[in-house]
């Protein structure tokens, strides 16, 4: 829950990041939202706090994966 009138309130949304993809899981109240924005506007514009990703495989040019 928020403790000041600046806090965001905590919600389930949750994001993974692997070496492939990031996988952004909304929950439903965000669902919701996002739905009736789509219906008013057409589209969703979101944004995503900075995160910090490591130990992922970083890849050469020729491919070789480098741990």
Do not use: W, Y
């Given at each position: 829950?928020?403790?000041?009138?600046?806090?965001?309130?905590?919600?389930?949304t949750?994001?993974?990041?692997?070496?492939?993809?990031?996988?952004?899981?909304?929950?439903?109240?965000?669902?919701?939202?996002?739905?009736?924005c789509?219906?008013?506007?057409?589209?969703?514009?979101?944004?995503?706090?900075e995160?910090?990703?490591?130990?992922?495989?970083?890849l050469?040019?020729?491919?070789?994966?480098?741990?």
């Amino acid at each position: 829950m928020a403790t000041k009138k600046t806090d965001k309130p905590k919600t389930s949304t949750s994001m993974m990041v692997t070496a492939e993809a990031i996988v952004i899981a909304l929950d439903a109240t965000t669902k919701r939202k996002m739905a009736r924005c789509i219906q008013r506007t057409g589209k969703v514009t979101f944004s995503v706090d900075e995160h910090v990703a490591t130990k992922l495989p970083a890849l050469l040019d020729n491919g070789t994966k480098v741990d």
